[in-house]
């Protein structure tokens, strides 16, 4: 019953689009869909999975660029980001048409996330954690049985996301990456939002920015 992933850079941004799936049930979620929907739809068929939602860790087109073509295709629930990254939901039209990205419509999730819901695909479990500063509603994704954290652009290896955006705020990254990602075990592996993976060991000693 191992939890499985595989990373797929979407978007000329090339952010890491999580595949994370139970090889046992074959449940799978796709985490922050940013485009090229025929490429995840492929992945996900290609290891004969069953999407079951989507996971979004912020509003950036990047990350969320792709969610309504990819449910008119196949209708999943959408979880996340939290609330408070609705202004940026509200400009997908705008920003998507500026980077010269499909257009998306505006879309709500099916559910917003707070820190501590727990979400699942297949048997495995996924705990949120709210890390505001790139963008004020930010989520991550983590869990503790598998080791494993997503996330999205909050940490990369040896940076941290960008905090000159509307609404981001540098003290407020710094405070909850130590306060709430600093905690978790060293060897936890770290699946950012753009680049290679890492680990919280790493970074702890290697990333110059905390
Ligand atoms: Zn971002």
């Known amino acids: 019953m191992a939890l499985q992933f595989t990373l797929i850079p979407v978007t000329p941004f ?6 994370l799936w ?3 049930t074959l449940d799978a979620v796709l985490i922050d869909v940013g485009g ?5 739809l492929a992945a996900v068929a290609h290891h004969h999975l069953q999407l079951q939602a989507i996971w979004l860790t912020h509003g950036h087109l990047d990350h ?8 008119e295709k196949i209708e999943v629930p959408i979880y996340g980001p939290g609330k408070s990254d609705d202004f ?9 048409a500026r980077y010269g990205f499909p257009v998306s419509p505006v879309f709500q999730p099916t559910q917003w996330l707070v820190e ?14 709210h890390i505001p500063g790139h963008t004020p ?3 991550v994704f983590y869990s503790a049985a598998d080791q494993l954290l997503i996330a999205g652009d909050v940490l990369f290896r040896e940076s941290i996301g960008r905090t000159d955006f509307p609404q981001g705020n540098h003290a407020d990254l710094l405070r909850n990456i130590r306060e709430k990602l600093w905690k978790l075990p060293d060897e936890t592996q770290v699946i950012p939002g753009h680049g290679p993976m890492t680990t919280i060991g790493h970074e702890k000693r290697h990333n110059p920015f905390l």
Do not use: Y
């Not at 090339?14 to 595949?19: A, D, G, I, P």
């Not at 940026?88 to 998507?96: C, G, I, R, S, Y």
């Open 22 to 24: 139970d090889d046992c």
């Open 36 to 40: 090229d929907v025929e490429t995840l």
């Open 137 to 139: 509603g930010h989520v």
């Open 64 to 71: 969320v660029g792709g969610v309504v073509r990819l449910i």
């Open 116 to 129: 501590n819901k727990v979400l699942h695909v297949g048997s495995h479990a996924f705990q949120v954690l």
């Open 14 to 19: 090339q952010q890491n689009t999580t595949l």
């Open 88 to 96: 940026w939901l509200q400009q997908l039209p705008e920003m998507t």
